[in-house]
T-cell receptor
Framework: EPEVTQTPSHQVTQMGQEVILRCVPISNHLYFYWYRQILGQKVEFLVSFYNNEISEKSEIFDDQFSVERPDGSNFTLKIRSTKLEDSAMYFC??????????????FGPGTRLLVL | KQEVTQIPAALSVPEGENLVLNCSFTDSAIYNLQWFRQDPGKGLTSLLLIQSSQREQTSGRLNASLDKSSGRSTLYIAASQPGDSATYLCAASGGYQKVTFGTGTKLQVIP
């Protein structure tokens, strides 16, 4: 069964460094998402992306964050200058039919980011 | 703004027991409601999706119901097994991509 993959599974970085989290969505999907989950807290929506542009973003997704689809298969989340509070599990998701009742977003296994 | 709440936050039951997890949401204008399973340190596994026009969905020992008018969904697990131990999340989709998650119910099934 097709699945969303994410790399790396774990990343440790120093505060102020840039990180890029990578995702390979399901191949025929056109809509992509990033979520994050701080330890012990809810999964939170960050951003959605379609047709090479951001469709919607949350208040969390500030200027330190950016997303890109650099080629036909990858979808990346970049954090420009990491802060301690960026430590979280980051989930990528994709779907093929957003905005209709039977839309299902398929989630990747996540990247655990630790900022020291 | 959609708020999703799950009760209880944690639940411990003996193996074989039937159980019900509860989810409530504040905005009834949802497209669908989805139940996920999350194992410690792992990603999200979709269990069931109920469309807004549906009342329930079943998959094996799992049954999820949806009552939009009251803003509630329940996940029923029959004949629980130790392998069911995980955190269960419900998530409401308000249409156009944004999914709002609940805080989860951590389930422990004791052999």
């Amino acid at each position: 069964e097709p699945e969303v993959t994410q790399t790396p599974s774990h990343q440790v970085t120093q505060m102020g460094q840039e990180v890029i989290l990578r995702c390979v969505p399901i191949s025929n999907h056109l809509y992509f998402y990033w979520y994050r989950q701080i330890l012990g807290q809810k999964v939170e929506f960050l951003v959605s992306f379609y047709n090479n542009e951001i469709s919607e973003k949350s208040e969390i997704f500030d200027d330190q964050f950016s997303v890109e689809r650099p080629d036909g298969s990858n979808f990346t989340l970049k954090i420009r200058s990491t802060k301690l509070e960026d430590s979280a599990m980051y989930f990528c998701a994709s779907s093929d039919t957003p905005g209709i009742p039977k839309e299902t977003q398929y989630f990747g296994p996540g990247t655990r980011l630790l900022v020291l | 703004k959609q708020e999703v709440t799950q009760i209880p936050a944690a639940l411990s039951v003996p193996e074989g027991e039937n159980l019900v997890l509860n989810c409530s949401f504040t905005d009834s204008a949802i497209y669908n409601l989805q139940w996920f399973r999350q194992d410690p340190g792992k990603g999200l596994t979709s269990l069931l999706l109920i469309q807004s026009s549906q009342r329930e969905q079943t998959s094996g020992r799992l049954n999820a119901s949806l009552d939009k008018s009251s803003g509630r969904s329940t996940l029923y697990i029959a004949a629980s097994q130790p392998g069911d131990s995980a955190t269960y999340l419900c998530a409401a989709s308000g249409g156009y991509q944004k999914v709002t998650f609940g805080t989860g119910t951590k389930l422990q099934v004791i052999p």
